[in-house]
């Protein structure tokens, strides 16, 4: 049995198999994810787990180059996007129309479905390479 680091093993199998500039998405419970794109769904409730705890157990486990954001969390969610601002202060965050973000799934690895009930609680992370 793994001892560390996400036990999840869908979790863990994408970060294992990702490249340079890959991407995967850490969404909330609302966005629309097409059928094609694996959806690893870790919600339990409303809420439960929160986009921040999975965040955090991600980004321990994956060289981030880059977050991407929708512009509307800045006005929508701005407690959420303070925190990740503090938490993530060395990676470089861009900022995307929403209506882009969401186009953005087709080109991503995987959906994580948090279930996190605020608005425009979904981040792009483009992964980096560890060396």
Known sequence: ???????????????????????????????????????????????????????????????????MLANEI?????????EIIKRHSDTPVHYIPHEELKKNIKGAKAVIRTGEATPYANMILQADVIF
């Open 74 to 82: 800045q006005i929508k969610n701005d407690e959420l996007h303070q």
């Open 1 to 67: 049995m793994k001892k560390s680091g996400i036990l999840n093993r869908e979790i863990a199998s994408v970060l294992a198999n990702l490249g340079h500039t890959d991407t995967i998405i850490i969404a909330d419970c609302g966005l629309p994810i097409p059928e094609n794109i694996q959806c690893i769904d870790v919600s339990l409730g409303l809420g439960n787990p929160s986009f921040l705890t999975v965040l955090k157990a991600v980004t321990a486990d994956m060289a981030v180059e880059e977050i």
